[in-house]
């Protein structure tokens, strides 16, 4: 498959085909996490004590109070000052673009009489799945949202993918900060470094993908801290994009992914699980942020998909995906978008990363009291500020040959 060589930021409609995804609908929560949500939640389920995870509830409780339109307009001086001020101020700079010049004034542009109904279908009622993130509310968004004209929606594209990147390093930190983390030689925290990471697809070496950030797992050495485990979390920002779902019930409105975009997602965790299967052999989570807006992602790789993506020739590859007892499948479970702006959109937000500790923690924990760290170090690209990992970097002593 000629595609296969293409690197990740190249990734198309097409590689949804060749790389073997199915996707699942968008749910209200991470689908393959919620029964450990439902059981365990520290934050839903206060009748039960989370042997884990132990929350500051009045922590809590401050970030999930309501943010006004109108706070978020005012002087970032002012909003430093308030509670979580560095979340405010990364949610109104992804809210709002800045205005370097004064707009030109411009003709007004003569539109034909366009008849509201007869032959036209309007576009949102076509959409399937399009339920709201957040259920039905009574807050200024909706109204902001229905009134958003053309303009203003190709001004929201204009706000770089970095200010996405802000906010989801602001809001991992304020959900970790709610955290009782024990110890003090092991730490969950904000990863704000971008990493680089390099797979081989078919025989091709050298395929890389970045990241814009993640949630990480960090251990105290003499030296400082070692990053143990990079990928708990990825972060993969995207400016706005062209269109917005709207959910014709409640009004509110969120992000409608292109395939190529959807690409692009498969492309990194494709890549990330080929290069670590140490780390990432249970699948890889992904946090997509688009303006305000938050979705989780989880891929689960078939038994079979690495025979299948290190097959060098089409006979091989169509060997595997013809043996009906072979799984050569990528899964993909995603949430509907969560707006941060939205009390219930940072519960739901705090619910998932705490979630996905809750699964992984233990078993990192685990595996560094019967271990010995590896004494490999990240190397740092000399061309860039960006990380280069190998799979190798985070294997414990027992399996390295130094």
């Known amino acids: 498959?000629?595609?296969?060589?293409?690197?990740?930021?190249?990734?198309?409609?097409?590689?949804?085909?060749?790389?073997?995804?199915?996707?699942?609908?968008?749910?209200?929560?991470?689908?393959?996490?919620?029964?450990?949500?439902?059981?365990?939640?520290?934050?839903?389920?206060?009748?039960?004590e989370s042997p884990t995870q132990q929350i500051d509830f009045l922590m809590l409780r401050s970030l999930l109070e309501d943010i006004t339109p109108s706070e978020l307009l005012q002087p970032e001086s002012k909003l430093l000052q308030s509670p979580w001020g560095y979340l405010k101020v990364a949610l109104a700079q992804a809210s709002h673009t800045s205005m370097i010049d004064t707009p030109k004034p411009r003709?007004?542009?003569k539109k034909p009489p366009v008849e509201k109904y007869g032959s036209y279908t309007n576009s949102w009622t076509a959409i399937l799945g399009s339920s709201s993130p957040l259920g039905p509310s009574s807050s200024e968004y909706e109204m902001e949202f229905e009134d958003v004209d053309e303009d203003e929606n190709e001004a929201r594209q204009s706000i770089p993918e970095n200010i996405s990147v802000h906010l989801a390093i602001a809001i991992i930190r304020c959900v970790l900060l709610c955290l009782k983390q024990p110890g003090q030689q092991e730490e969950v925290r904000a990863r704000v470094e971008r990493i680089k990471v390099q797979a081989t697809?078919?025989?091709?070496?050298?395929?890389?993908?970045?990241d814009d950030a993640g949630m990480s797992f960090y251990c105290r050495q003499n030296y400082g801290w070692k990053l143990v485990h990079p990928f708990i979390t990825m972060v993969e920002a995207k400016r706005a994009f062209k269109c917005i779902r709207k959910d014709t019930h409640s009004g509110s409105s969120s992000p409608m992914v292109s395939d190529n975009v959807l690409a692009q997602y498969l492309a990194q965790a494709v890549l990330a699980w080929q290069a670590n299967p140490s780390l990432l052999h249970e699948g890889v989570f992904l946090t997509a942020v688009v303006n305000t807006f938050v979705q989780f992602i989880y891929f689960n790789f078939g038994s079979d998909y690495r025979e299948y993506i290190e097959a060098t020739t089409a006979e091989e590859q169509l060997r595997v995906v013809n043996d009906p007892e072979k799984d050569t499948f990528v899964y993909m479970a995603r949430t509907k978008w969560y707006d941060l702006r939205m009390s219930e959109g940072r519960q739901l937000t705090a619910c998932t990363l705490l979630t996905r500790l809750r699964q992984i923690l233990p078993k990192l924990q685990a595996t560094r009291e019967g271990a010995i760290l590896s004494p490999r170090t990240h190397t740092l690209e000399s061309d860039s500020d960006d990380l280069m990992y190998s799979d190798n970097d985070f294997n414990d002593g027992n399996n390295s040959s130094e």
């Open 1 to 48: 498959m000629d595609v296969q060589d293409s690197s990740a930021s190249n990734w198309t409609r097409l590689h949804l085909l060749v790389y073997r995804l199915i996707t699942g609908s968008e749910t209200s929560f991470l689908e393959p996490f919620e029964e450990d949500h439902n059981d365990a939640c520290p934050i839903c389920q206060l009748s039960k």
């Open 107 to 109: 003709e007004e542009r």
């Open 201 to 210: 697809i078919a025989g091709f070496d050298g395929i890389t993908f970045e």
